[in-house]
């Protein structure tokens, strides 16, 4: 079939692919490790990928630290495939770097919202692009606020629309999972004495967060404890069980 196909039609396909399938058809011949090598492929997906970083890619590759790679590694990996590999490299690193921070202030099942945004924060320092956080944080085996923190970063960061991180969420089969937020406010003045202050606790799920159905959330959420805000906390919101007494009157029904 390579023989009889012209270069440009090839060429054509093997850039509608995502970088693993690249990888993939690069080894099955000669023809098309050769073809899924050339810079112009590899630099498209680079862009494609991390689009914050503005890349040219009309221009060579940026340097990597080539130490860091053995021998073989430097010798077959140059120019912007190179580029990809590194750059994918350093981005599971800092991933992991945020995965063990979040994991660490769960220690109590709940996390503080400061150590939330700053979670959110390190993302936005090493400019994740979307898919990194599609690789990274949007997996079902992670705990749900390690998804929260993703999808979060999606959306107010990075502006990815709505219908696109609900569609993730689907693929990766953790748009039902839910999450608790509780947010204490300062107690409204009323006849020159000031209330009790107003607790508030709400479950969502992650898809009804992308989406979004409850503005309120995504708003505390992400302006933290600030003016009559006191504190917010996150955590996996918990099972409700129907009481055995209840089930059974149920049954009896």
């Known amino acids: 079939?390579?023989?009889?196909?012209?270069?440009?039609?090839?060429l054509k396909i093997v850039s509608t692919l995502q970088a693993s399938d690249v990888f993939s058809l690069g080894n099955c011949s000669r023809f098309w490790r050769e073809l899924c090598a050339l810079d112009c492929?590899?630099?498209?997906?680079?862009?494609d990928r991390w689009p914050a970083l503005e890349l040219d890619p009309e221009s060579c590759?940026?340097?990597?630290?080539?130490?860091?790679?053995?021998?073989h590694t430097e010798s077959t990996f140059k120019g912007w495939r190179g580029f990809y590999i590194s750059k994918l490299n350093e981005m599971a690193i800092k991933a992991a770097v945020v995965v063990d921070f979040v994991e660490r202030c769960l220690s109590y099942e709940s996390i503080e919202v400061g150590h939330y945004l700053a979670a959110i924060q390190e993302l936005c320092s090493v400019q994740f692009g979307f898919?990194?956080?599609?690789?990274?944080?949007?997996?079902?085996?992670?705990?749900?606020?390690?998804?929260?923190?993703?999808?979060?970063?999606?959306?107010?960061?990075?502006?990815?629309p709505a219908e696109h991180v609900k569609e993730a969420l689907d693929c990766c089969k953790i748009s039902d999972r839910q999450i608790c937020v509780q947010w204490w406010k300062l107690g409204r003045w009323l006849y020159g004495f000031r209330l009790r202050d107003e607790s508030h606790s709400r479950n969502i799920s992650l898809g009804d967060l992308a989406m979004p159905k409850d503005e309120e959330v995504l708003g505390v959420l992400h302006?933290?404890?600030?003016?009559?805000?006191?504190?917010?906390?996150?955590?996996?919101?918990?099972?409700?069980y129907?009481?055995?007494?209840?089930?059974?009157?149920q049954v009896l029904y």
């Open 1 to 10: 079939m390579e023989n009889s196909l012209p270069d440009d039609i090839a």
């Open 41 to 47: 492929v590899w630099a498209a997906l680079c862009r």
């Open 61 to 71: 590759a940026p340097e990597i630290e080539t130490h860091q790679l053995d021998q």
């Open 131 to 160: 898919k990194d956080v599609q690789t990274f944080f949007l997996k079902p085996k992670l705990h749900v606020l390690l998804n929260l923190v993703g999808l979060h970063y999606c959306i107010t960061w990075l502006g990815v």
């Open 223 to 240: 302006r933290g404890a600030i003016h009559e805000v006191l504190r917010v906390q996150i955590s996996a919101a918990k099972p409700t």
């Open 242 to 249: 129907i009481p055995w007494s209840c089930q059974s009157a």
